[in-house]
C-alpha cells in the first residue's frame, strides 16, 4: 500500500464531486422529485404517551372516499422494523408507547388537505402510567409493567476494582449527565414510494443506509431482495438521524403506495420532524476512582445508564460504544464498567454523530478535571501521568499496536492554544471584572470502524467497475450526505488504478446497482470502504494487465481501451472486494473482552471561554483541536469535518436542550429549539498529525465523529477554570449558571461576614 507523499490524488483538496450541482441548484432532493400520478402521504400520531387503543373514528364532515387510509391490518408482512432487535412496529397495533407513534397513514393527491383530514381522524385510548426518565424506569417492576424495561446490559472488567479502594491514597466519585440533542440536518426527512404487484417496491429517500431501509421493506411487504429497491437521492444532513428513521417513513409512504394504486411523497415539516424522530440518547454516568499519591489510576468503577426512549433502535449500539469509550485514553490495571439501556415512554432515541462516546467521555474528561482540582494537580498534567502508550493495555485488554502519541498531541495542543500562559494570565485578571475567562482540556479517543466482531459480520463488499461509456465507477452503497464520501472514495480509486480525479464517478446508492458495503456510519467510510475500494482499484489493474494486454505504465487512452477488451472477453470489467479483518483482531463477545477496534483516532482539544457573571452567558472565544486520525485523504475535507464537529459539540454543552412535557417535544420548532449560530462559533484551530494506518484506505482512519467528543468537557472544564465551580451536566444554560453562581454568593456572603 502506499501511504508515502508521493500519492498524486490521496492528499490533495480535489473540489466535491457534487460540489458544482449544489453550487448551481442542479442537486436534486426527494422533495425536488415529482412522480407521474403523485400522491401524497401524511401520519396519524398518538396523543398520549402510553395506553391501548380503544376506538378510531372519521369525522363524517370529510369525504375519506378521496383517501387511501393504511391501518397495521394492512401489513402484508411483519408490522416490525428490522434494526438490531425488531420490537419497533411499523404502525401501533392495539397499543402505544409515545406521543408521535404512527398509526394510521393517509394519502392524497391533494396534499393541503392531509391537515385537516389528520385532525378528523379521532382516536380513543385506554391510558396507561408512563416514564419518561432514567430515575424512573430504573424503578418499574417489569413485572407490574408488562415488559422487560432494560433494552441492553453490559458488564466489562479488568483485574480487581474491588481490591484497590484499601490501598488508594484518594478516591474521587462524581455523577454527570448529558441531555437529548437534536440532529436538525437542514434537509427534513422525506421518501418518495411506488409500488406494483409485478415488480414490488422502489423508494427514492433521502437517507444514510440504503441497505438498512431495504432490510425493512422486505420484511414488511414479504417480498424477495429482487423485488425491493432502495435508491438514496441528493440528502441534506444525517449525522445518524437518517440511519434508523428512513427505514419507518419509507415503509409508510411504500405502504400507502401500494394501497393506493399511486407513487406516494412523504415529506415532514420541520415541527413533525422534530417531534417524532430520533434523537442522541440521554446519559447519567457515575464514576467512582482510586488513585495514588502521584495521580496514578489504581481503579475505575464506573456505571453508564442511558434513555432508549420506547423501542430499542440502535440503543445496543450506542451503549456498547459508550461503554468502550468511558474509561477514557487512560492506562488503569482495575476497570469495571457496568452500562444499561433503559426504555422509557418518549420518542425512541438513536444514532447520532459518535453514537454514545460523547456521553460517556464527557463523564470521564469533566471527571478528570475534578480529579485534578482535588489533588492540586494542572489538568494537562494529570492526564499525562495516566496517558496510554505503546505496548499498554485498553479496559478491554486490547494491546496498543498501533502507535499512541497522546503526549506529542497535548503538547502541541498546549503550544498552540498558549494553554500555560492564558491560564495563569486569566488568574492574574481584575477579580472585580464581571467577564471570567479559562482554559479547558479534553484528550479522548475514538474507536474507527464496528465495534469487535461487527466488520466480521457485515461482510462489507465493495469495488469499481469500468462502463460501456468509459466512466470508472466506485460501487459501494457509502452514502454522501455532506461529509464527504463522494470525494474522498473517487480519490482513493483514482489513485489506486492511476488515472485522473476526474476520470472516477461514483455509482448511484442504488440497491439494485451497488454491492451492499454497509452502512455509512461509525467512521468507517474513509478506512474500512476505502481499503476496499484501494484494493478494487489495484485489483482491476492487474485483472487488466493480465487478461487485456495493459502496460505497466499507461495513459487513459490504453487504460480505456484495455477495459473494452477485457469488457468484451468477460462480459463487464469489474473488481470487487470482500472485506478482510485486519490480522491479531479477535473479540469475545460474550466477555466483551479483546480488539474492540482495529484501529482508534486520538484527539486533544483545547477551549477557551469567558463567562459574564452578571448576564450569566458562557461564550467560547476560541477552540484548538490536535488529532491523528492516520492518513487525512482531503485536508479542506478533513478540516471541515473538524470544524462542524466542534461547532455541534459546542451546541451539546451549551445551547441544545431538548424540552419534554409528558413525553412530547415541546420546542420543537428551530425558533426556540436553540442552536449555535455563526456569530457562536469562534475561531476554530484544526490541526493534523498524520501516523498511516496500513488497513485503512491509504492509510485513513475514522475522523467524522472524533471532533464531536471533546468539546463539551473541554468547555465546561473551561467553565470551572474561569468561575471555579463545577457542573455536571449538559446543556449548560444561563439559568444554570445563574442558579450555581447565585448558590455559591449565598454561601460567601454569610462567610464574608
Known amino acids: 500500500m502506499n501511504t508515502s507523499e508521493t500519492t498524486r490524488i490521496v492528499g490533495a483538496s480535489v473540489a466535491r464531486k457534487e460540489g458544482v450541482d449544489k453550487l448551481l441548484g442542479r442537486a436534486r432532493y426527494v422533495d425536488d422529485i415529482e412522480r407521474e400520478g403523485m400522491w401524497h402521504g401524511a401520519t396519524v400520531r398518538s396523543s398520549i404517551p402510553r395506553g391501548f387503543i380503544r376506538s378510531i373514528g372519521f369525522d363524517r364532515r370529510i369525504d375519506w372516499s378521496q383517501f387511501s387510509v393504511v391501518s397495521a391490518s394492512d401489513i402484508p408482512g411483519d408490522n416490525h422494523i428490522q434494526l438490531i432487535v425488531a420490537d419497533q412496529p411499523c404502525l401501533a397495533d392495539g397499543m402505544v408507547n409515545h406521543r408521535?407513534?404512527?398509526?394510521?397513514?393517509?394519502?392524497?393527491?391533494?396534499?393541503?388537505?392531509?391537515?385537516?383530514?389528520?385532525?378528523?381522524?379521532?382516536?380513543?385510548?385506554?391510558?396507561?402510567?408512563?416514564?419518561?426518565?432514567?430515575?424512573?424506569?430504573?424503578?418499574?417492576d417489569p413485572i407490574v409493567w408488562g415488559t422487560d424495561n432494560v433494552f441492553k446490559t453490559f458488564l466489562?472488567?479488568?483485574?480487581?476494582?474491588?481490591?484497590?479502594?484499601?490501598?488508594?491514597a484518594h478516591i474521587v466519585e462524581g455523577e454527570y449527565r448529558t441531555g437529548a440533542q437534536e440532529h436538525l440536518y437542514i434537509e427534513n426527512n422525506g421518501v418518495i414510494a411506488e409500488y406494483s404487484a409485478e415488480t414490488g417496491v422502489t423508494v427514492w429517500g433521502s437517507l444514510q443506509c440504503p441497505f438498512y431501509v431495504h432490510k425493512s421493506?422486505?420484511?414488511?411487504?414479504?417480498?424477495?431482495?429482487?423485488?425491493?429497491?432502495?435508491?438514496?437521492?441528493?440528502?441534506?444532513?444525517?449525522?445518524?438521524?437518517?440511519?434508523?428513521?428512513?427505514?419507518?417513513?419509507?415503509?409508510?409512504?411504500?405502504?400507502?403506495?401500494?394501497?393506493?394504486?399511486?407513487?406516494?411523497?412523504?415529506?415532514?415539516?420541520?415541527?413533525?420532524?422534530?417531534?417524532?424522530?430520533?434523537?442522541?440518547?440521554?446519559?447519567?454516568?457515575?464514576?467512582?476512582?482510586?488513585?495514588?499519591?502521584?495521580?496514578k489510576l489504581l481503579a475505575m468503577d464506573i456505571e453508564i445508564a442511558t434513555d432508549g426512549g420506547a423501542y430499542s433502535t440502535l440503543s445496543s449500539t450506542v451503549l456498547s460504544r459508550a461503554t468502550l469509550h468511558s474509561p477514557g485514553p487512560y492506562v488503569c490495571p482495575n476497570v469495571r464498567i457496568r452500562s444499561r439501556s433503559w426504555a422509557t415512554n418518549t420518542v425512541p432515541y438513536g444514532a447520532f454523530r459518535g453514537f454514545g462516546a460523547p456521553q460517556t467521555i464527557f463523564a470521564v474528561e469533566r471527571h478528570m478535571d475534578e480529579i485534578a482540582a482535588k489533588l492540586g494537580i494542572d489538568p494537562a498534567e494529570l492526564r499525562r501521568r495516566n496517558f496510554l502508550h505503546d505496548g499498554d493495555t485498553t479496559a478491554t485488554e486490547q494491546v496498543m499496536r498501533e502507535p499512541v502519541i497522546l503526549d506529542q498531541l497535548l503538547d502541541r495542543a498546549l503550544a498552540e492554544s498558549n494553554y500555560h500562559a492564558k491560564r495563569a494570565q486569566f488568574t492574574?485578571?481584575?477579580?472585580?471584572?464581571?467577564?471570567?475567562?479559562?482554559?479547558?482540556?479534553?484528550?479522548?479517543?475514538?474507536?474507527?470502524?464496528?465495534?469487535?466482531?461487527?466488520?466480521?459480520?457485515?461482510?462489507?463488499?465493495?469495488?469499481?467497475?469500468?462502463?460501456?461509456?468509459?466512466?470508472?465507477?466506485?460501487?459501494?452503497?457509502?452514502?454522501?450526505?455532506?461529509?464527504?464520501?463522494?470525494?474522498?472514495?473517487?480519490?482513493?480509486a483514482a489513485e489506486a488504478i492511476g488515472l485522473d480525479y476526474c476520470d472516477v464517478i461514483m455509482a448511484p446508492a442504488d440497491t439494485g446497482i451497488v454491492p451492499n458495503s454497509g452502512p455509512t456510519v461509525a467512521s468507517r467510510t474513509a478506512m474500512v470502504v476505502g481499503r476496499l475500494i484501494e484494493r478494487a482499484g489495484l485489483q482491476l489493474v492487474a485483472l487488466l494487465r493480465e487478461h487485456a494486454g495493459l502496460g505497466e505504465h499507461f495513459t487513459r487512452a490504453e487504460f480505456f481501451a484495455a477495459s473494452e477488451r477485457y469488457r468484451a472477453a468477460k462480459g463487464e470489467a469489474v473488481?470487487?472486494?470482500?472485506?478482510?479483518?485486519?490480522?491479531?483482531?479477535?473479540?469475545?463477545?460474550?466477555?466483551?473482552?479483546?480488539?474492540?477496534?482495529?484501529?482508534?483516532?486520538?484527539?486533544?482539544?483545547?477551549?477557551?471561554?469567558?463567562?459574564?457573571?452578571?448576564?450569566?452567558?458562557?461564550?467560547?472565544?476560541?477552540?484548538?483541536?490536535?488529532?491523528?486520525?492516520?492518513?487525512?485523504?482531503?485536508?479542506?475535507?478533513?478540516t471541515g469535518q473538524i470544524e462542524g464537529g466542534i461547532a455541534q459539540g459546542i451546541g451539546y454543552a451549551l445551547y441544545?436542550?431538548?424540552?419534554?412535557?409528558?413525553?412530547?417535544?415541546?420546542?420543537?420548532?428551530?425558533?426556540?429549539?436553540?442552536?449555535?449560530?455563526?456569530?457562536?462559533?469562534?475561531?476554530?484551530?484544526?490541526?493534523?498529525?498524520?501516523?498511516?494506518?496500513?488497513?485503512?484506505?491509504?492509510?485513513?482512519?475514522?475522523?467524522?465523529?472524533?471532533?464531536?467528543?471533546?468539546?463539551?468537557?473541554?468547555?465546561?472544564?473551561?467553565?470551572?477554570?474561569?468561575?471555579?465551580?463545577?457542573?455536571?451536566?449538559?446543556?449548560?444554560?444561563?439559568?444554570?449558571?445563574?442558579?450555581?453562581l447565585a448558590a455559591r454568593q449565598a454561601i460567601e456572603e454569610p462567610a464574608a461576614v
Open 100 to 140: 408521535e407513534e404512527a398509526i394510521l397513514l393517509l394519502a392524497h393527491p391533494d396534499k393541503h388537505k392531509l391537515r385537516e383530514a389528520v385532525e378528523a381522524v379521532h382516536i380513543e385510548y385506554e391510558p396507561l402510567p408512563a416514564v419518561f426518565s432514567i430515575e424512573e424506569s430504573e424503578r418499574q
Open 156 to 168: 466489562l472488567e479488568k483485574g480487581d476494582v474491588d481490591s484497590a479502594w484499601a490501598d488508594a
Open 217 to 295: 421493506l422486505l420484511a414488511v411487504f414479504d417480498l424477495p431482495a429482487e423485488k425491493v429497491r432502495v435508491i438514496q437521492t441528493e440528502t441534506g444532513g444525517a449525522f445518524g438521524g437518517k440511519e434508523d428513521y428512513p427505514s419507518l417513513l419509507a415503509a409508510h409512504a411504500a405502504l400507502l403506495a401500494m394501497k393506493s394504486g399511486h407513487p406516494v411523497k412523504m415529506i415532514y415539516d420541520r415541527m413533525e420532524d422534530l417531534a417524532a424522530t430520533t434523537k442522541r440518547h440521554p446519559s447519567r454516568v457515575r464514576h467512582r476512582t482510586a488513585l495514588d499519591n502521584e495521580g
Open 428 to 492: 492574574g485578571e481584575n477579580p472585580t471584572s464581571a467577564v471570567k475567562r479559562g482554559m479547558g482540556i479534553a484528550a479522548f479517543y475514538h474507536g474507527s470502524g464496528f465495534t469487535g466482531s461487527g466488520e466480521r459480520y457485515l461482510n462489507s463488499l465493495a469495488g469499481v467497475d469500468v462502463t460501456p461509456e468509459g466512466e470508472v465507477r466506485v460501487l459501494v452503497s457509502s452514502t454522501e450526505f455532506g461529509q464527504g464520501t463522494n470525494t474522498v472514495l473517487t480519490q482513493i
Open 575 to 638: 473488481s470487487l472486494c470482500r472485506y478482510q479483518p485486519p490480522p491479531g483482531i479477535f473479540w469475545d463477545d460474550q466477555k466483551y473482552r479483546g480488539e474492540a477496534y482495529p484501529a482508534f483516532a486520538w484527539s486533544v482539544q483545547v477551549a477557551q471561554v469567558a463567562v459574564d457573571t452578571v448576564t450569566c452567558s458562557a461564550e467560547v472565544e476560541e477552540f484548538w483541536a490536535v488529532q491523528e486520525a492516520g492518513r487525512v485523504i482531503n485536508p479542506v475535507l478533513a
Open 656 to 740: 441544545e436542550k431538548v424540552l419534554l412535557q409528558n413525553g412530547q417535544m415541546i420546542n420543537n420548532q428551530m425558533t426556540n429549539y436553540i442552536m449555535p449560530t455563526a456569530e457562536d462559533v469562534p475561531p476554530i484551530h484544526a490541526h493534523f498529525v498524520e501516523i498511516p494506518f496500513q488497513h485503512g484506505g491509504y492509510g485513513a482512519k475514522g475522523i467524522g465523529e472524533l471532533p464531536h467528543d471533546g468539546p463539551a468537557p473541554a468547555i465546561l472544564n473551561a467553565i470551572r477554570d474561569a468561575t471555579g465551580v463545577s457542573f455536571h451536566s449538559i446543556p449548560l444554560l444561563p439559568e444554570d449558571l445563574f442558579a450555581a
